[in-house]
């Protein structure tokens, strides 16, 4: 059973920071692209960024390049996502995913989710 359990989010003052992880089990992490999507209350659910199965490539939203670090440890079976410099336009709940396949910035691609983890930023 393939399990994504995402942890790290709560609460932020804005310039702050907070670092999420999501632990996998149930599958060969080695073998899939991992990316964060976010969803806002009544916005679809965007992707964030991405990581390459070596964690050598990774690909960012243009909202967060330069603020957002995302990074994997594949002994550990666990990709994180270091969120610095937080605005008031980044609260949502955040949700680690696998993929399988190339693409990664599209959500219909990937295969697992987890259940997300609420950030929350006050001004």
């Known amino acids: 059973q393939v399990q994504l359990v995402e942890s790290g989010g709560g609460l932020v003052q804005a310039g702050g920071s907070l670092r999420l992880s999501c632990a996998t089990s149930?599958?060969?992490?080695?073998?899939?692209?991992m990316g964060w999507f976010r969803q806002a209350p009544g916005k679809e659910r965007d992707f964030v960024a991405a990581?390459?199965?070596?964690?050598?490539?990774?690909y960012y939203a243009d909202s967060v390049k330069d603020r957002f670090t995302i990074s994997r440890d594949n002994a550990r079976n666990t990709v994180y996502l270091q969120m610095n410099t937080l605005k008031p336009e980044d609260p949502a709940v955040y949700y680690c995913?696998?993929?399988?396949?190339?693409?990664?910035?599209?959500?219909?691609?990937?295969?697992?989710w987890g259940q997300g983890t609420r950030v929350t930023v006050s001004s």
């Open positions: 990581i390459s199965r070596g964690g050598t490539g990774t």
């Open positions: 995913a696998a993929n399988r396949g190339n693409n990664y910035n599209k959500k219909a691609v990937y295969d697992y």
């Open positions: 149930g599958l060969t992490f080695g073998a899939y692209i």
